[in-house]
T-cell receptor, first 113, second 112 residues
Framework: GAVVSQHPSWVICKSGTSVKIECRSL??????MFWYRQFPKQSLMLMAT?????????EQGVEKDKFLINHASLTLSTLTVTSAHPEDSSFYIC?????????FGPGTRLLVL | GDSVTQMEGPVTLSEEAFLTINCTYT??????LFWYVQYPGEGLQLLLK?????DKGSNKGFEATYRKETTSFHLEKGSVQVSDSAVYFC???????????FGRGTSLIVHP
């Protein structure tokens, strides 16, 4: 199957700083990638759809100025959490579509102190 | 939009027991159906899928059959192992990008 990677796998930062998370499709090209957020023991919440070469599409209630998404190439999408606060602490997962299936990355755990 | 209902967990079983996790869905048209598994601290992995009615997806001893008439996609395994302990998500996916709709997932705990 297709492989999606994320970096970093975990990050701890101070409140007010910005954090960038990378999502890469390793063996296929992805014109569309997706970003999810997951709280402990909860389901995945779709945050936004990342489109290569164009603006991301955000789900209702997700602040686009808070969660900046850039999809500069067919294999890389980045999510930047700007001016992070403790309530942004969560598990962030990306996915990409290939062969009629969504493939997910291993996730990035963010802790904001 | 699509929606999914999974049985509440956690499901607790002894090793080698039979597993069934129920899943029913609502969707417009004919979605593809997926089961994803999430091991502790990890992302989601595709477990199996079925793309049309009566298809059976299978992988690692797990099976699920696409039942259009009952809009169900129940997950089964004949003999679970401790290593199967994880959270299982049933997800219908419609549209061109096959964006899954997730429920809350079902936690499975298998004891030796």
């Amino acid at each position: 199957g297709a492989v999606v990677s994320q970096h970093p796998s975990w990050v701890i930062c101070k409140s007010g700083t910005s954090v960038k998370i990378e999502c890469r499709s390793l063996d296929f090209q992805a014109t569309t990638m997706f970003w999810y957020r997951q709280f402990p023991k909860q389901s995945l919440m779709l945050m936004a759809t990342s489109n290569e070469g164009s603006k991301a599409t955000y789900e209702q209630g997700v602040e686009k100025d808070k969660f900046l998404i850039n999809h500069a190439s067919l294999t890389l999408s980045t999510l930047t959490v700007t001016s992070a606060h403790p309530e942004d602490s969560s598990f962030y997962i990306c996915s990409a579509w290939a062969i009629e299936t969504q493939y997910f990355g291993p996730g990035t755990r963010l802790l904001v102190l | 939009g699509d929606s999914v209902t999974q049985m509440e967990g956690p499901v607790t079983l002894s090793e080698e027991a039979f597993l069934t996790i129920n899943c029913t869905y609502t969707a417009t048209g004919y979605p593809s159906l997926f089961w994803y598994v999430q091991y502790p601290g990890e992302g989601l992995q595709l477990l199996l899928k079925a793309t049309k009615a009566d298809d059976k997806g299978s992988n690692k001893g797990f099976e699920a059959t696409y039942r259009k008439e009952t809009t169900s996609f129940h997950l089964e395994k004949g003999s679970v192992q401790v290593s199967d302990s994880a959270v299982y998500f049933c997800a219908p996916a419609s549209g061109g990008s096959y964006i899954p709709t997730f429920g809350r997932g079902t936690s499975l705990i298998v004891h030796p």
